[in-house]
């Protein structure tokens, strides 16, 4: 009887500690582009407009084409920009409409104009070139 409960008890052992510290963790990479104040209020302006949305839960930015049809926006590094200063925000999951992109219909997320969004495109808009 002894023999048995030793075959399916597990020797008291430690494991062994590393040897080196783990790593910390690498920050997320920042997009190197460069937004002027006209590519920022031109995207605000399409955004307010509704043009601009969230594919499927992911951080692809997608531009209706229609109203039932969207494609990878040109701006994304833009949207992306914005959205982390939070002046563009996700519409809430209600307002999630099904879109096709290519041929597959998938569900796509409109972004909005936060009160700072909105506060920012009227202040360039008001600003008057030379």
């Not at 430690?14 to 104040?37: G, H, L, N, Y």
């Not at 969230?54 to 531009?63: A, N």
Request: charged fraction near 30%.
């Amino acid at each position: 009887m002894e023999d048995e409960f030793e075959l399916f008890t597990t020797p008291a052992t430690e494991a062994p500690a590393p040897s080196r510290p783990c790593p910390p963790p690498r920050p997320r990479k920042r997009s190197k582009a460069v937004m002027s104040p006209a590519l920022a209020q031109d995207v605000l302006a399409e955004v307010q407009d509704g043009r601009y949305g969230l594919l499927d839960d992911s951080d692809r930015v997608v531009l209706f084409e229609d109203t039932d049809r969207v494609r990878i926006a040109g701006d994304e590094d833009a949207v992306h920009a914005l959205l982390q200063g939070r002046y563009v925000e996700r519409c809430p999951a209600r307002e999630t409409v099904s879109c096709l992109h290519g041929v597959v219909r998938r569900p796509v997320s409109p972004l909005r104009l936060t009160r700072q969004g909105r506060n920012l495109l009227a202040r360039w808009s008001a600003l008057k070139p030379y």
